[in-house]
């Protein structure tokens, strides 16, 4: 096949609600993820694996946040005088005055930056989502585009048992991967087949029927939303909409139990998803760091210990961020910390997230073995012997 010029677009926008606290400081693609990295890193790593060179990334809500991490694209060998990252924040035109130039939508924030979308004049669109787990070889998804001569290719995934299909986009498709139905979040979902927020489009086809959807208002007002509200059921009710099935591991974790399970899931004796996989490197970027100092007293089982981490105490089936300090006596049980928590001396930690830099005082209790998760935002305090319920939630730098 000829060589086709392939644009990347991640979604990296939106404010990440459903995290609750852990995202009211941060944006959600910046959201750490198994100790040393971020949601966004899985994107941007599978574009580097898979060869695609020409990354944008649409941001809106905290941009500071992300901004430092991307590092102008260094990690992913995006760092290029042409093509390599491009970061677009949010852009008002003169002709608009309301809603701040903030996308409504993902398909919305597409079409906001039509006019240099058209300026590069690729052939395809990889349109990619920076809240998910996985690893993917785009070009395979590519070639099964260009194979079927679809104006949109969706990577799709059966979810495990127990997963709520009414979450996402929901697909049905027939024998030959042709998509012949498409529900969004819909209440009664009639598939556990749902797309993973991996699109190929045909760049012209895509342009050309956003421009059709939109209310002629030249696209600042267009009213577009999300993909599934419009885009890909037009699709679908064109005929030119295709499949492509992630048989391997993919979790969304734009949730608080999918953050925590994704966690959990890495511990597995055999986990789904091998992070250190040198045919597939997970890059990063991250300062350098000692390794972590483990104590005579300490005991740790089926866990995650980053870099820097002082571990006094008792760590099991956890994940700990770097700089994470468990003190003598300390217990941590299913749980997830991010970097430089300290816990300490006595405290027992049960079921929770604690995000970046909170202090858990001597003697404290925070969540149960058998509650809902608990959580604690960034630089949040529970004082020495305080009890933090099951299921509760301690804003960023509140105290307990």
């Known amino acids: 096949m000829p060589r086709t010029k392939t644009l990347a677009l991640i979604l990296a926008g939106g404010a990440g609600g459903r995290l609750e606290v852990l995202t009211a400081e941060r944006a959600k693609p910046a959201m750490p993820f198994a100790g040393v990295y971020r949601l966004i890193d899985f994107p941007l790593s599978n574009c580097l694996h898979s060869g695609v060179s020409d990354v944008w990334v649409i941001e809106q809500y905290e941009l500071h946040s992300l901004n430092e991490h991307l590092a102008n694209g260094r990690p992913w060998d995006l760092d290029r005088t042409y093509g390599g990252l491009q970061v677009l924040p949010p852009h008002q035109s003169k002709s608009r005055s309301d809603e701040g130039g ?6 919305d924030a597409i079409y906001r930056h039509k006019s240099l979308i058209r300026e590069l004049d690729p052939d395809l669109l990889l349109v990619l989502s920076a809240d998910h787990v996985y690893k993917l070889d785009y070009r395979e998804v590519i ?55 991996v699109f190929v489009y045909d760049a012209v086809e895509l342009m050309d029927t956003l421009d059709r959807l939109a209310d002629g208002t030249g696209g600042e007002e267009s009213g577009l939303k999300d993909f599934g509200h419009e885009l890909i059921p037009s699709l679908v009710q064109e005929g030119r909409a295709r499949e492509y099935r992630l048989e391997g591991y993919w979790r969304d974790v734009g949730t608080v139990e999918s953050y925590w399970q994704a966690h959990m899931d890495l511990l597995e004796r055999q986990p789904g998803l091998v992070l250190d996989d040198p045919a597939w490197p997970l890059r990063t970027y991250g300062t ?3 390794p972590a100092r483990v104590e005579g007293t300490a005991r740790i089982e089926g866990s995650l210990i980053s870099p820097g981490c002082r571990i006094a105490g008792r760590v099991e089936r956890s994940v700990l961020g770097p700089g994470v300090v468990v003190e003598e006596g300390a217990e941590v049980r299913d749980s997830v910390l991010l970097d430089e928590v300290v816990v300490g001396a006595g405290a027992s930690i049960e079921r929770a997230i604690l995000d970046a830099e909170v202090r858990v005082g001597k003697g404290a209790s925070v969540g149960e073995r058998d509650g809902d998760l608990t959580l604690a935002g960034r630089r949040a305090r529970i004082p020495a012997a305080a009890r933090l319920d099951a299921g509760a939630r301690l804003g960023p730098g509140e105290e307990a």
């Open 102 to 107: 903030f996308a409504q939508g993902n398909a």
């Open 143 to 197: 070639d099964r585009h260009r194979e079927t001569d679809a104006a949109v290719t969706l990577v799709t995934t059966r979810l495990p048992p127990g997963e709520d299909a009414s979450r996402f986009g929901v697909v049905e498709v027939d024998g030959a991967g042709k998509v012949t139905g498409f529900e969004y979040k819909p209440e009664s979902p009639r598939s556990d087949l749902v797309t993973t927020e």
């Open 288 to 290: 350098q760091r000692l």
